[in-house]
């Protein structure tokens, strides 16, 4: 892979934005890991990481710097003014900015990247939302620090990238009544699956509390990391092959 050139999905509801939807193409990771591995915590080589993540950074903001958290699966959102090394990450699933210059990035191998962006105002996020971040209220949680710095959620687009799809996301029962528990209408993000499971619409989900939240331009990206191995990591699809590791897909946004 490291000879294919590094892929930036890029989403069009953030045309005019600096952006991208990294995917596993293009990096110097070998093995299980191949490609593009941007995970400090996925057991690869630091400096095949560091390359890595410099390569992401390239293909959507030369010259930026790039600002990322220690992920927990929370709804934890912080503001950056000012970049901090890597070994000072601060615990949070997502980072909003007014600061030109600055990139941020989340890691992704099934959850759901969500970069936001109000272009008027000069602000953007990056959210990682996984189901427990999602009910938690990451998205709800990323808005409400963007409008801390000036963003009104008229104006805010919102891109839910690739992640895993709700034909490659089966879940039990107890894990379907917690989201129904907390509203009733989320049964609509789940569909019939085998006897006592369900198939969950995790990027529907998302985007919908994007919707509740006030957002009117959403867009839903719809690439299953799952099934597309020759262009995405999934920790669900290594631990059902029983590989030692996965890797991780980075997602980038920086003000215009």
Known sequence: ??????????????????????????????????????????????????????????????GGRLVTVYQIHSPTCVTVSDPWGDEARPQADALVTDRAGLVLGIVTADCAPVLLADREAGVVGAAHAGWKGALAGVTDNT?????????????????????????????DEAFRDRFIAEVPENQAFFAPGRPDHAQFDLSGYVARRLELAGLTRIEQLGLDTYSDHSRFYSFRRSTHRGEPSYGRQISLIAIP
């Open 143 to 171: 808005l409400a620090a963007m409008e801390a710095l000036g963003a009104r959620r008229e104006r805010i687009a919102a891109a839910v990238g690739p992640c895993i799809a709700q034909h490659s996301y089966e879940v």
């Open 1 to 62: 892979m490291a000879d294919e050139p590094v892929e930036a999905i890029r989403a069009d509801i953030l045309a005019q934005v600096p952006h991208g939807f990294l995917s596993r193409r293009g990096g110097v990771s070998t093995g299980v890991l191949a490609g593009l591995n941007c995970g400090p915590g996925s057991g690869d080589d630091a400096g095949l990481v560091a390359e890595n993540r410099a390569r992401a950074v390239s293909a959507v903001c030369p």
